[in-house]
Nanobody, 123 residues
Framework: EVQLVESGGGLVQPGGSLRLSCAAS????????MAWFRQAPGKEREGVAV???????AYVDSVKGRFTISQDIAKSTLYLQMNSLKPEDTAMYYC?????????????????WGQGTEVTVSS
């Protein structure tokens, strides 16, 4: 059974940083694409960053230069380092695994999901 458990969310001031973690189990970590998504209240869930099986990364334009996706294969953990946070980054952040094809930014393109961790950026 695939399990994804996110952690690291919280309240942070604008300009601050957070590192989200996603502990994975139930599959060979590093063998499938993984991604971070977010969903703000009243909005669609959107892809934020993706990591392919060959280590290539991609980001949605709104977070380029501020967010970094990475993984520790030995720990079966995916990370999202978020710097220079803005109020518009406030959302529930989800870890996703197993890309099925198409536009990675679309929710339907990933098979497995965690329960999410909440990030609030506010002064």
């Amino acid at each position: 059974e695939v399990q994804l458990v996110e952690s690291g969310g919280g309240l942070v001031q604008p300009g601050g940083s957070l590192r989200l973690s996603c502990a994975a189990s139930g599959f060979t970590f590093g063998s499938i694409w993984m991604a971070w998504f977010r969903q703000a209240p009243g909005k669609e869930r959107e892809g934020v960053a993706v990591l392919s099986i060959n280590g290539r990364t991609a980001y949605v334009d709104s977070v380029k230069g501020r967010f970094t996706i990475s993984q520790d294969i030995a720990k079966s953990t995916l990370y999202l380092q978020m710097n220079s946070l803005k109020p518009e980054d406030t959302a529930m952040y989800y870890c996703a695994a197993a890309f099925t094809g198409g536009d990675w930014r679309a929710r339907a393109t990933f098979r497995y999901w965690g329960q999410g961790t909440e990030v609030t950026v506010s002064s």
